[in-house]
Nanobody, 121 residues
Framework: QVQLVESGGGLVQTGGSLRLSCAAS????????MGWYRQAPGKQRQLVAS???????NYADSVKGRFTISTDNAKITVYLQMSSLVPEDTAVYYC???????????????WGQGTQVTVSS
């Protein structure tokens, strides 16, 4: 199995910054893609930012220019640097990875437990 462990959420004022981290561990064979999603109360979970193993990145329009997704050299930890935060960014942020378990030929989606980000006005 694969575990995704997130950290870095918290409370910040409007205009502030936070950095989220997500580390993949367990039987990680290959990672095709990793990313961050968020879910605000009463709303559906939506993509915030993602990257693929071939180097493509994708951002939600609402965070372009403010958020940056990056990885470590081993590409098993993904970061989300969030700047110029606004109250509309308040949500639970979830890490996602599309992973091939070591010894398997299939890829599956895995999710972290979520980390709360609250932006006060």
């Amino acid at each position: 199995q694969v575990q995704l462990v997130e950290s870095g959420g918290g409370l910040v004022q409007t205009g502030g910054s936070l950095r989220l981290s997500c580390a993949a561990s367990g039987s990680v064979g290959s990672i095709r893609a990793m990313g961050w999603y968020r879910q605000a109360p009463g709303k559906q979970r939506q993509l915030v930012a993602s990257f693929t193993s071939d180097g493509n990145t994708n951002y939600a329009d609402s965070v372009k220019g403010r958020f940056t997704i990056s990885t470590d050299n081993a590409k098993i930890t993904v970061y989300l640097q969030m700047s110029s935060l606004v109250p509309e960014d308040t949500a639970v942020y979830y890490c996602n990875a599309y992973v091939q378990i070591r010894g398997s030929i299939r890829y599956s989606d895995y999710w972290g437990q979520g980390t709360q980000v609250t932006v006060s006005s």
